[in-house]
């Protein structure tokens, strides 16, 4: 069973930084698709940033020119650097995967896909002004 851990949230000033966490145990999957969410209070869950097997990233424009997605291979860890934060980014943050050994079946990894089939349990990020 491929388990995901997010960290790193925490509460900070508008225009601050962070940076997010997520580690995704082993698995025998070749190919991923793998992406950050997040819920604000009272709304329904949104993706803000995706990123697949050949390292093509996608964001939401909310998000485009302040987040950073990235993966460092070797140790298994999905980021999200957030940069320039403002008091509407303050949400419950959860990174997401969908695993596959065929590349078809994550070729199309960005806003509107929402099938994943893994997802860590959240992080609370709050920004104040």
């Known amino acids: 069973q491929v388990k995901l851990v997010e960290s790193g949230g925490g509460s900070v000033q508008s225009g601050g930084s962070v940076r997010l966490s997520c580690t995704i145990s082993?698995?025998?999957?070749?190919?991923?698709?793998l992406a950050w969410f997040r819920q604000r209070a009272g709304q329904e869950r949104e993706g803000v940033a995706f990123?697949?097997?050949?390292?093509?990233?996608t964001y939401a424009d909310s998000v485009k020119g302040r987040f950073t997605i990235s993966k460092d291979n070797k140790n298994n860890i999905l980021y999200l650097q957030m940069n320039n934060l403002r008091p509407e980014d303050t949400a419950m943050y959860f990174c997401?995967?969908?695993?596959?050994?065929?590349?078809?079946?994550?070729?199309?990894?960005?806003?509107?896909?929402?099938?994943?089939?893994?997802w860590g349990q959240g992080t609370q990020v709050s920004v104040s002004s």
């Open positions: 082993k698995s025998p999957y070749a190919h991923y698709c």
């Open positions: 990123t697949r097997s050949v390292d093509v990233n």
């Open positions: 997401a995967a969908i695993l596959s050994y065929h590349y078809d079946a994550v070729a199309n990894c960005g806003a509107g896909r929402t099938d994943f089939t893994h």
